[in-house]
């Protein structure tokens, strides 16, 4: 008991950042005579909570000791926008723009192969289906913006949404990216 005791002890220093005026430097150099997992810290896995020998919580529906496969964009990150023209004429090819914009303190990840998939959509003729860097197919691309041009032109009169996805990366500012795909939907109104 006294080893669990001292082990205990230990995490809880080193959970603390070892900060709590403890001149325990030599035992806490040493490792502990069996592995720590073998042990039971009460409260270890609670939230806020990720001292040393335990791991953060996966994101919600994420398998545990995975990152997320998908983390959506966050609103401190940067805002995804689809511009159209209000109204168009049937028989007119017109331009949609798919704008992402990093806000301050985070920056898109401009040797990310970032690249725009859109689904063939019933009424509407699209010059191009798939964008991408490889193809330099981005009207602005910088640590700042991503801008994609879509030529469209409706067919007949209606009001139509082409869907499609977005995959790119968005970084805090000298930091690591993770890969994000969003889901793009433009309206488009021909009358």
Do not use: W
């Not at 914009?101 to 898109?108: D, L, N, S, V």
Request: aromatic letters at 4%; hydrophobic letters at 40%.
């Amino acid at each position: 008991m006294r080893i669990r005791s001292d082990v205990l002890a230990l995490l809880l220093v080193a959970g603390a950042g070892g900060t709590g005026g403890c001149s325990c430097e030599a035992r806490r150099a040493s490792p502990p005579p069996f592995e720590a997992d073998q042990i039971l810290v009460p409260g270890a896995g609670a939230p806020g909570s990720a001292g040393a020998g335990t791991a953060a919580r996966p994101p919600r529906g994420a398998a545990p000791g995975k990152p997320a496969s998908n983390p959506p964009l966050l609103p401190q990150e940067g805002s995804l926008a689809i511009e159209v023209p209000p109204i168009t004429e049937p028989g007119v090819e017109t331009t949609a723009l798919v704008r992402l914009t990093a806000k301050p303190g985070y920056e898109i990840n401009e040797k990310f192969h970032y690249k725009l998939t859109l689904e063939p959509t019933s009424g509407v003729t699209l010059r191009k289906t798939v964008f991408s860097e490889a193809a330099h197919d981005a009207q602005r691309l910088d640590a700042r913006e991503l801008a994609i041009a879509m030529q469209l032109t409706p067919d007949r009169p209606g009001d139509y949404t082409i869907r499609g996805k977005l995959d790119f990366a968005v970084c805090k500012i000298d930091s690591q990216c993770l890969p994000k795909t969003m889901p793009v939907a433009v309206q488009v109104a021909a009358r």
